[in-house]
Each structure stands twice: as C-alpha cells, then as structure tokens.
C-alpha cells in the first residue's frame, strides 16, 4: 500500500477539497495563467508541483474532472492544456486542427482497493474479474472473514476507468466481450461515485466495500490488494513495482503506448499525459514549456514516490522535453 506522510495526507487533502488550484504569481511584466482540465489520477502530484512553481512566475488554475471531460474541453479550446490517463487516438487528434503534442508527464498504478479489517486479498486473475463482475458477493469467498461485498466504480469517464478495465479485458474474454474497455462502461454490479477522491470516499465511509483507485488514494483505513500480473505472481502496488512494469512498457515513437498485462511488476500501470496544442499558443507557448520542462525534471520527478506515483523513466522525460519544443506559437 502506498501511503504519503501525514503531513502529505493533510496538504493533499485540502487541495483536493477545493477541486482547482489557483497560484497567482508575479511574472516580468505581469503574470500569465494557464489553464488545465483532466484526469484526477495524477491531481494530487499535479496540484503539488503547480504549487512549487510560485518562483516561475505562472499561475496554473489545474480542474481534476476526469480525463473525458478535460478532452472534451481541450477539443473544444477551452483550455490551455488538458491531462488524461489515456492518450487521443489518431481519429480524435486528426479532428483538432492546432494539432496535438502529448507528454508523459507522471505514472503510477491503479490500485484494488478495500476497506476490511484483518483481510489481506491476495487475488487470481479470475477473482479479480469475478468480483467486478458480480458473481463474487462475500469476502468469505476470498478467505476473509465473511462480510457482503460492496463493488464501487466510476460514474464519469475516466482514464482510471479505461486502465482498469483493459486489464480486465486482457485477462479475461469474456469481460472483454462485455462490459469491454473504455473511459465509461456498463457496470455489471456495484455503486458511482466521481473522480479518484469520490470512490475514495465511498470506500473509506463503507465497510466491506471495494473498487479500484489511483495507488495515492490508498490511504486512512483503506488496504490494496496484491493482484496476480501475468508471469503468475503475487503483487502489490509498491512504487518499485509499478516503476518494473512501467519500464517494460514500450511507448512508442509518439509516446503514447500501454500494456494492460505486463509480465514483470504490478498487472495495472499507466503513464499519465499532457495533451497540448501544437501550434496556435501564443503568448502561452514559453510558460506552457516553462511549466512542463520543470515538471519532467529530475528533481520534480523525484519527488513522485513520497505522493505515491513513479518517476518518469530518465529516457521517457528526455524524449517529453524534445517533444515540448515541438510546439509553436
């Protein structure tokens, strides 16, 4: 289980409680804003190294939406810059005509969260879809003590939501047949709840219940499972683990590939992007690089294991700085 510090878990808190962060900063001349809508995986280390940025002289106002509805607003330029757990395909990007530039800027994993004292879940492949499924009702079935089980899912479109249910689908057929894999899907069973806080929430007020969170959400009386990747082993969402998936992950020469099965490491990692525009910035254009380039640095990277995400591989932050000078005014 990965947890923050205490005094992490408190900052964290009251960031996400307001939903947007605003940091106004004085700039040469004046000050420039930028704003961000998207996916609520990564808000939390978003929302910390936004706050860092004071001395950069950029106020970034940073919505954690989910990831469909921060696209939606980046295909309708009501943004500056959007982020999703899951990249546009060609078909989307072809439909913005400013073009798209999209960076991997942070990664972690998708945690099986679960609020059950004295139970440790150990999970099969199987299990894991059974109990999203439905035809999995009571921790008894999964060596606890016997409780009714409780599933709690997304109700907005979510790049969680697509990760997880990829998973699902690449480990079992029939899932893959229905509900399938997407940002929404029909739940077979289970409550909604919005963005990685609300099933956060959920989970913690109700006991026996379980669902699937960004790995930093894990926290309070909230355990994850260790979940089986497809070499057959037992593994829990560790940062060391995540980062040996991740590192397996070939993402390709426009950055944007996944692996909803690794065999090494934890079974469901994703990186976690920044879709911008790549012509038509403006004045934007040098505080949009400015603000990325000093993300996917080494020291802010560094810092992603204390908030439970995973630095970037050095080789996929080099190749997210040339692709930010990619883009024009």
């Known amino acids: 289980m990965l947890l923050p510090s205490a005094g992490h878990r408190r900052s964290l808190a009251g960031l996400l409680a307001i939903g947007a962060v605003g940091l106004l900063l004085s700039a040469c001349g004046g000050s420039t804003t930028l704003n961000g ?33 921060g696209v939606r607003q980046f295909e309708a330029g009501t943004v500056d810059f959007a982020a999703s757990d899951v990249p546009m395909k060609s078909d989307d990007v072809a439909k913005v005509s400013r073009g798209v530039v999209q960076v991997p800027m942070t990664a972690g994993a998708i945690a099986v969260a679960y609020n059950l004292k004295g139970c440790a879940l150990k999970l099969t492949q199987s299990q894991l879809v059974d109990i999203f499924v439905g035809r999995i009702t009571d921790f008894r079935s999964l060596g606890c003590a016997a409780r009714p089980l409780r599933v ?25 047949a229905g509900p399938g894999s997407g940002k929404t899907v029909k739940w077979p069973t289970g409550i909604g709840a919005k963005g990685n806080e609300g099933v956060a929430a959920q989970l913690s007020q109700v ?45 390709g020469p426009n950055l944007v590939g996944s692996d909803p099965n690794p065999v090494r490491g934890y079974p469901i990692v994703t990186f976690s992007w920044i879709l911008l525009y790549k012509q038509g910035n403006g004045a934007r ?23 439970g995400f995973v630095s970037l591989p050095p080789a996929v932050a080099t190749r997210g700085l040339e692709a930010l000078k990619t883009l024009a005014p």
């Open 37 to 69: 809508a998207g996916a609520s995986f990564p808000a939390a280390i978003y929302q910390h190294w936004f706050q860092q940025l004071a001395a950069k002289g950029v106020n970034v106002n940073y919505q954690s939406v989910g990831s469909g509805a």
């Open 152 to 176: 709690v899912h997304r109700s907005d479109g979510s790049g969680t939501t697509a990760n997880f249910t990829a998973h699902l689908s690449a480990v079992s057929p029939a899932w893959k």
């Open 207 to 251: 006991e026996g219940s379980i669902g699937y969170v960004e790995a930093a959400y894990v926290k309070g009386n909230l355990q994850a499972a260790a979940l089986t990747n497809a070499a057959g082993q037992l593994v829990t969402p560790t940062p060391t683990n995540a980062a040996e998936a991740l590192a397996a992950i070939d993402l």
């Open 285 to 307: 254009l040098e505080p949009l690089q400015r603000t990325f380039e000093t993300t996917l640095s080494a020291g802010f990277q560094a810092e992603a294991p204390k908030l």
